[in-house]
């Protein structure tokens, strides 16, 4: 059973860090910000048990404001770095679209969503609880990008199942995170069915 938990680091604009686990393996999503709120995350864990081990440390596009908690958390949290094979964040395994990281007695699915960053990627979990999507995906709306590769990407994304709770990269929404069913249907640009519709939508990014 993977468990999430949703941290609000701060960072340079209401950062989100995630730690996963599942059963004794522990990931660890864009850390940035505040590490120190990671740590205190890391260390109820480890009283769990069975207690977790550091597997991954996940990066969904190499932003400054995404990776700046990657050195502090290696300090305590040594697990390799891992992020898109497009990236040019120096990483310890580079990932490929459709590459099944093992995790517990689940999964995590990588999956290129290039647009905001060529080497954006998301995460989604075995048992389609949960889907990281960095600054790909917003609840409400996407991040800033090139509009033909990230229309590409919300086709993808928009073929998922409903259930999966989108977890992204910044407290931007009405609420911290959402079901991808919801988001189908309220967030303009994961709806739009269009490249033409995609760009004119674009134009109110703020």
């Not at 260390?43 to 502090?72: F, N, W």
């Not at 075995?126 to 229309?151: K, N, Q, V, Y």
Request: proline share 6%; charged share 25%.
């Amino acid at each position: 059973m993977f468990q999430i938990d949703q941290i609000n680091v701060g960072g340079l604009d209401s950062n989100f860090s995630y730690f996963i686990r599942n059963g004794n393996a522990a990931a660890v999503v864009d850390p940035c910000g505040d590490v120190s709120k990671i740590r205190a995350v890391w260390e109820r864990a480890k009283r769990l048990a069975p207690s977790p081990v550091p597997t991954y440390i996940l990066l969904t596009h190499a932003h400054r404001d995404h990776v700046s908690g990657v050195a502090e958390l290696r300090t305590f949290f040594d697990a390799p770095v891992c992020a898109s094979r497009y990236t040019d964040y120096p990483c310890d395994r580079r990932l490929d679209d459709g590459e099944l990281l093992p995790f517990g007695d689940g999964s995590l699915e990588c999956i290129m969503t290039p647009g905001h960053t060529r080497d954006s990627i998301c995460y989604r979990t075995s048992d389609d609880s949960a889907l990281f999507t960095g600054d790909t995906l917003f609840i409400g709306c996407c991040g800033f990008c090139r509009a033909e590769p990230m229309f590409e990407s919300m086709l993808r994304l928009r073929a998922l199942p409903d259930s999966l709770t989108v977890y992204s990269g910044h407290d931007y929404g009405d609420v911290p995170c959402d079901s991808l069913g919801r988001q189908k249907i309220v967030n303009p640009y994961l709806s739009a069915e269009t490249l033409p519709v995609f760009r004119e939508r674009l134009r109110h990014l703020e």
